[in-house]
Structures are given as C-alpha cells and as structure tokens.
Nanobody, 124 residues
Framework: QVQLVESGGGLVQAGGSLRLSCAAS????????MGWFRQAPGTERDFVAA????????YYADSVKGRFTISRDNAKNTMYLQMDSLKPEDTAVYYC?????????????????WGQGTQVTVSS
C-alpha cells in the first residue's frame, strides 16, 4: 500500500510563491515516476507537472511552464512543486500521484495512487 500526503498549500497574493511537498510511504517511491495535478471547483483534474524516477526528466503543462518547478528527493521519499509568480487562475486543490507510465504522461488514467490534496488560493 502506498500513501501520499501533500502539504504546503495556503493563501498567497498574486505574484507570490509557495512550495508544495508530497511525502510518500513505502520503499518503492524511488522506482516510480511521479506527477502533480490540480482541480479547481467545477473543473476536471488537470495535469500540472511530472518527474521521472531519477529526477532527471521533468515535464510541465504549458500554463505553468517557466513558473513552476518540480523536483524530488528520493532519500526523503518526497516530491516538491515550487510555484512562483502565482496567478489567481492557479487557485485549485493540488494533488500528487504515482505514475505507472512514461514520465511525460499527462492523463489521469496512468496514475494509480493519489494524495488527499492541498488547497492553494491565490488572491488578486
């Protein structure tokens, strides 16, 4: 059983920054590609960013490219999402998930385990 726990969400003004963390249980974290998704009220859960098992490969949605940075520390079983230059449209619940396919996978169907989510609210 894999457990993923997100943290680091909160309320921030537009232009500000937040860093999300995703702590994973189990010894297999370092073997899997991982990803971040987000879901705003009334919308589908959308892909944000993904990272390969080694951390050497990253992939971003166009909407966050250049502003967000995904990383991981396999020794700590933790993945991160550094979010800079935040915009009100980034407001959503952010979820981390384990990826069973190639690290550039953006479809939810390739992700099996999900965290409970952490709320990010960006005020204008």
């Amino acid at each position: 059983q894999v457990q993923l726990v997100e943290s680091g969400g909160g309320l921030v003004q537009a232009g500000g920054s937040l860093r999300l963390s995703c702590a994973a249980s189990g010894q297999t974290f370092r073997s899997y590609n991982m990803g971040w998704f987000r879901q705003a009220p009334g919308t589908e859960r959308d892909f944000v960013a993904a990272i390969s098992w080694s951390g050497g490969g990253t992939y971003y949605a166009d909407s966050v490219k250049g502003r967000f940075t995904i990383s991981r520390d396999n020794a700590k079983n933790t993945m991160y999402l550094q979010m800079d230059s935040l915009k009100p449209e980034d407001t959503a619940v952010y979820y981390c998930a384990r990826n069973l396919a190639g690290y550039e996978s953006t479809s939810r169907r390739f992700y099996d385990y999900w965290g409970q989510g952490t709320q990010v609210t960006v005020s204008s």
